[in-house]
């Protein structure tokens, strides 16, 4: 398993960005499926956003579709980080956020498809 530290969190008024970075440990970082969640007070976590393992220099993006078009994922394999740019942020986006890894590469929409996790990072949209 490898070791997931999630950062950038915090309170942004509607309308405004944010960026969540998570930085993981190992040394094959490039390999791992990385993916974002989110859980909201009395609800369960869902998925937000995944990217699959960087064979050669191509990695591919899947968005939920609360979430397309606004936020994008990201991985930096030199730093092993992965991050998940936020814009036009709406309250109904304020949630805890999961970072997550997979070894397998691939990655899913459940939380089973995800063997590592972070221990999450508040977000807090303001109306």
């Known amino acids: 398993q490898v070791q997931l530290v999630e950062s950038g969190g915090g309170l942004v008024q509607a309308g405004g960005s944010l960026r969540l970075s998570c930085a993981a440990s190992?040394?094959?970082?490039?390999?791992?499926?990385m993916g974002w969640f989110r859980q909201a007070p009395g609800k369960e976590r869902e998925f937000v956003a995944r990217i699959t393992w960087s064979g050669g220099s191509v990695s591919y993006a899947y968005y939920d579709d609360s979430v397309k078009g606004r936020f994008t994922i990201s991985r930096d394999n030199a730093r092993n980080t992965v991050y998940l740019q936020m814009n036009s942020l709406k309250p109904e986006d304020t949630a805890v956020y999961y970072c997550?890894?997979?070894?397998?590469?691939?990655?899913?929409?459940?939380?089973?498809?995800?063997?590592?996790w972070g221990h999450g990072t508040q977000v807090t949209v303001s109306s």
């Open positions: 997550a890894a997979d070894a397998s590469g691939h990655g899913g929409t459940r939380d089973s498809d995800f063997d590592s």
């Open positions: 190992g040394r094959t970082f490039s390999k791992y499926a």
